[in-house]
């Protein structure tokens, strides 16, 4: 298979953890005889001191003409501090979604066995749970009209939803459910919010669809509390986009770290694979930063091209390298590893597999490896 992927580094530790969900890519292509050609394009802060737009029209005309979105992170503390700064990295990252038509972020969230200590979480509320997050990417609140008197003392941020949007979302959460355990929880604010109201009208219409499924819902309050008394309970969560946003990063404290979980934004056309995690600009430089969810997030690229056989050689991986404890210092602190060293662990056992003696600490802590 021969893609085209457009990667859009951005900011903060954005370039250093997709350095490695290439050399994954790239060792896959090796071993399974595809060709992947990546294209680099700036987005984000790193976009807006260079150009002066978070997303420059050639970085845009890029991923409208590409097979897939390859992103690492945006944000910048200088903008994050500033209330006053008319353009932002995450408006690029806005504008992005809605050119592309990416309606639906799905977010899998399943702790590591081995890691399951690293949860601030027991044990026994953690262990078994498996689920993923439908979030409706762009609609609601992030995408509504927003005012701001002349004095700056009163704002307002419309949230709107029409019922083709919530439609299509909930297609894709139900059949997901299909494949799963075949439930699925409505996640919205119904008795507050009028826009919720209709999520809940329209979700149940759709249901009848699937008659299979088991439909329940929660008041977002409510499954913000149960995420962490007892996230077993879910299968499939679908939601708008501010809830859907807020409730991702709660779960991934189940995991037991923010620098594990993948996501994939799809459209009708187009789709875009990044962490969930942000720039993390502290650990800018410094061979600190996770890199597994950016990896995840490639293996997430392959499934969605059916090259599964390939997607599950990045999982046994990433498996692995939890196994030999070869992880950054958020999940191990006094770990010697670091970014290059776990993405190198990945692209070797990705060529050599089969030979897990080569797998032993010295090689790896002094970053021997057959990718350059």
């Known amino acids: 298979m021969n893609l085209k992927i457009a990667?859009?580094?951005?900011?903060?530790?954005?370039?250093?953890?997709?350095?490695?969900?290439?050399?994954?890519?790239?060792?896959?292509?090796?071993?399974?005889?595809?060709?992947?050609?990546?294209?680099?394009?700036?987005?984000?802060?790193?976009?807006?001191?260079?150009?002066?737009?978070?997303?420059?029209?050639?970085?845009?005309n890029l991923c409208l003409n590409t097979d897939a979105v390859?992103?690492?992170?945006?944000?910048?503390?200088?903008?994050?501090?500033?209330?006053?700064?008319?353009v932002r990295p995450e408006q690029g990252l806005l504008k992005l979604r809605k050119e592309l038509g990416l309606f639906a972020n799905i977010r899998p969230i399943k702790p590591y066995k081995a890691l399951i200590e690293s949860s601030p979480l027991k044990r026994e509320i953690i262990e078994g749970a498996d689920f993923t997050i439908f979030r409706e990417l762009t609609g609601g609140a992030y995408f509504g009209t927003k005012t701001l008197n002349e004095e700056g003392t009163h704002a307002s941020d419309l949230c709107e939803y029409s019922e083709e949007e919530i439609t299509r979302i909930a297609h894709l959460a139900f059949k997901s459910a299909q494949k799963r355990r075949k439930k699925l929880t409505m996640v919205d604010k119904a008795n507050v919010l009028e826009t919720s109201r209709l999520w809940r009208k329209v979700v149940q219409k759709v249901s009848e669809d699937y008659p299979d499924v088991k439909l329940d819902f929660l008041f977002v309050d409510n499954a913000a509390m149960q995420l962490i008394l007892n996230p077993k309970q879910f299968d499939v969560i679908l939601t708008e986009n501010l809830f859907g946003d807020i409730l991702s990063d709660e779960a991934s404290v189940i995991t037991g770290s923010i620098g594990l979980l993948p996501s994939v934004s799809l459209g009708e056309k187009n789709a875009l694979f990044e962490p969930i995690h942000g720039s993390y600009p502290q650990a800018k430089g410094k061979n600190i930063a996770n890199p597994i969810?950016?990896?995840?997030?490639?293996?997430?690229?392959?499934?969605?091209?059916?090259?599964?056989?390939?997607?599950?050689?990045?999982?046994?991986?990433?498996?692995?390298?939890?196994?030999?404890?070869?992880?950054?210092?958020?999940?191990?602190?006094?770990?010697?590893?670091?970014?290059?060293?776990?993405?190198?662990?990945?692209?070797?056992?990705?060529?050599?597999?089969?030979?897990?003696?080569?797998?032993?600490?010295?090689?790896?802590?002094?970053?021997?490896?057959?990718?350059?």
Do not use: C, R, W
């Open 70 to 86: 390859l992103l690492g992170a945006i944000g910048d503390p200088k903008y994050d501090n500033n209330p006053n700064a008319k």
């Open 7 to 60: 990667v859009l580094p951005g900011d903060g530790i954005g370039p250093e953890v997709i350095l490695q969900a290439k050399k994954a890519l790239y060792a896959i292509g090796e071993v399974y005889n595809h060709e992947f050609v990546f294209e680099e394009a700036l987005m984000g802060a790193v976009a807006i001191d260079k150009t002066g737009n978070p997303l420059p029209e050639q970085t845009l």
């Open 293 to 372: 969810a950016s990896i995840l997030a490639a293996a997430l690229l392959l499934e969605h091209f059916g090259l599964t056989k390939e997607a599950h050689v990045i999982y046994k991986a990433i498996e692995k390298a939890i196994e030999y404890k070869v992880v950054t210092v958020d999940l191990k602190p006094d770990s010697k590893f670091g970014t290059n060293e776990v993405g190198e662990f990945v692209s070797n056992f990705i060529f050599s597999k089969d030979d897990l003696l080569y797998f032993n600490n010295d090689n790896v802590s002094i970053g021997q490896s057959t990718i350059v």
